[in-house]
């Protein structure tokens, strides 16, 4: 779009928008300071267990990974942080890695726990980690995630995510109830150890890799077990980790009216933790469950700055750069429009029992279209008009490829 393009469409939206008392400005100034982080895994292509296919030009190591998000963050100005995973990107030269993360203006995110994988540790995790019935597992499970907030520490985090895989195939195969405490045992050690300005942010998923029972697979387990731990424990919605169907939007007003979101994991699905680009399959959900943040913060169930906002998404088919620009792309734009709601009306439709009125509120600012909006707040924040168009006109790929090589990969993508 030229940039005169770009100016008429403005003006057109801001009298659009002005008529209906919204100031295009504040609007603007929250979009640009909204900030998404991005896990170190994403920078890789992804697979399935039939196959992996390289797009070429992966980060090597942690310092390419950082170089990569510098990119996005020079690019998109959506995202200022990195989430690392342990073991995959423990750092050789700590120092030198938080320079590198401070000239790239890049600050270290929640980090991420491992213990659904056997990487050479004495003990194996393949009957499960925190929760194993064996407790020199749970020990060895706990010390994991000690030596990640450790780490963590040394770099400038302020959360530690897990993720447990834990469960059972097969009907019998596990005690239920033992799987549960035993967890919760393990979670109240590692909770102990976290730092009084931390976090930790418990993550559910109904299924996969066990297709029986997973010992934590809904907000509601989730949220049990962080009511025991203590007020810092909050639970993490990772968008792919629901049944199909599942209201998502109603979760995170539940969590925060109880002061239990912890963040997000963003992508899309059609099926299960399909990991698909977040907006590309559900937009309409998305815009719905920012309605329910924006209304949470300000009726303050919940504060925006307790909550941690994150992408996990897996690229198959894509280059996982274009695809983190699309998603960071299709964040702004479901926040954006949320914040057009009109909710003094919808109270009001809500009082009423004017269930007609409620949704032409929510469908009008659903339907009108911000592209221009936040557009304009990433060329005031000094990022790209179009990142995509910029990333595709300079061929960064091409070079990424020319300088890291065709099929090179760092551990964990
Ligand atoms: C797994 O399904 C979860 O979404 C995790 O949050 C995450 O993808 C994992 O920790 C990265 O390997
Ligand atoms: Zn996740
Ligand atoms: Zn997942
Ligand atoms: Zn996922």
Redesign the pocket.
Known sequence: MSSSFHQKSLDLLSEQLGSKGIHINSLISKIATFQIAV?S?ALGAGGTRFGRFSIGGEPRNLEEKLEDIGLLAKLTKRTDAVSL?IP?DIPQDVQAIRQKAADLQISFDAM???T?QDYGQPLSYKMGSLSNADPAIRKQAVEHNLQVIEIGKSLGSKGL?V?L?DGSNFPGQAHIRKALQWTTESLKEIYASLPADWKLLL?Y?PY?PNFYHTVIPDWGTSALICRQLGDRAKV?V?L??HLPNTNIEQIVATLMHQNLLAGF?F?DSKYG?D?LSTGSVKPYQLFLIFCELIGGAEENAQTWESISWMI?A?HNTKDPLEDLIQALEAISQAYAKALLVDRKKLALCQNEGDVVGAQEVLQDAFLTDVRTLVCEARIQSGGEADPLAFYRKEKIRAKLIAQRGKGAQAS?L
């Open positions: 896990p895994w995973h995959w991420n726990s491992n659904f995510t993720w895989a993550e998923k996969e993490l990772d792919g980790h994991h992508n933790d990991d996990d897996s964990g």
